[in-house]
T-cell receptor
Framework: AQSVTQPDIHITVSEGASLELRCNYS??????LFWYVQSPGQGLQLLLK??????LVQGIKGFEAEFKRSQSSFNLRKPSVHWSDAAEYFC????????????FGAGTRLAVHP | EAQVTQNPRYLITVTGKKLTVTCSQN?????MSWYRQDPGLGLRQIYY???????DKGDVPEGYKVSRKEKRNFPLILESPSPNQTSLYFC??????????????FGPGTRLTVL
């Protein structure tokens, strides 16, 4: 069955430090992969997505993610975190066939220390 | 402005009292869906709609109903809410049902508490 695993429930980093959020997926076909961010009290905003081509994807707010098929991973990175990046981050895989839905991971909550 | 709107944003109700959460999008999207978000579980799909009058169950449909009479609206109906339906609900839309690479746009969420 298709699934998405985000191994880290909570992560705390200092402002200015680099960030990597992990995402592993289980899916038999070529995946469509997404990272969403949910700021407190807000809906989900798309950070970036991968569906083909270059495996290093650039997104908004200075984020990037790298698709590694051999590791079934799609980790999110940012070289220097800002206090405003504190939020919950969700990785999702787009499942084709049938009803073409998104399957989400459980999320990683990021705290940023000044 | 392209957006998905939901109402109400917050709702406290009692067990068994029917309620409807409205969802509307102004992007002429074919595909709409409802998710619930629970701690440690991420978002799980409740129902989805591929177009007007075409709806189907997602992963956690029990206790919910939907309808899609107009393209822009996709209300979520709880005929007899129970405390286990206390959750944060998101409506989402996507341009077409058959393009899973399309971006899915989310509403701001409705926090429902059932006492």
């Amino acid at each position: 069955a298709q699934s998405v695993t985000q191994p880290d429930i909570h992560i705390t980093v200092s402002e200015g430090a680099s960030l990597e959020l992990r995402c592993n997926y289980s899916y038999g076909a070529t995946p469509y992969l997404f990272w969403y961010v949910q700021s407190p009290g807000q809906g989900l905003q798309l950070l970036l997505k991968y569906f083909s081509g270059d495996t290093l994807v650039q997104g908004i707010k200075g984020f990037e993610a790298e698709f590694k098929r051999s590791q079934s991973s799609f980790n999110l990175r940012k070289p220097s975190v800002h206090w405003s990046d504190a939020a919950e981050y969700f990785c999702a895989v787009g499942v084709s066939g049938g009803y073409n839905k998104l399957i989400f991971g459980a999320g990683t909550r990021l705290a940023v220390h000044p | 402005e392209a957006q998905v709107t939901q109402n109400p944003r917050y709702l406290i109700t009692v067990t068994g009292k029917k309620l409807t959460v409205t969802c509307s999008q102004n992007m002429n999207h074919e595909y709409m869906s409802w998710y619930r978000q629970d701690p440690g579980l991420g978002l799980r799909q409740i129902y989805y709609s591929m177009n007007v009058e075409v709806t189907d169950k997602g992963d956690v449909p029990e206790g919910y109903k939907v309808s899609r009479k107009e393209k822009r609206n996709f209300p979520l109906i709880l005929e007899s809410p129970s405390p286990n339906q206390t959750s944060l609900y998101f409506c989402a839309s996507r341009r077409s049902w058959d393009r899973e690479a399309d971006t899915q746009y989310f509403g701001p969420g409705t926090r429902l508490t059932v006492l």
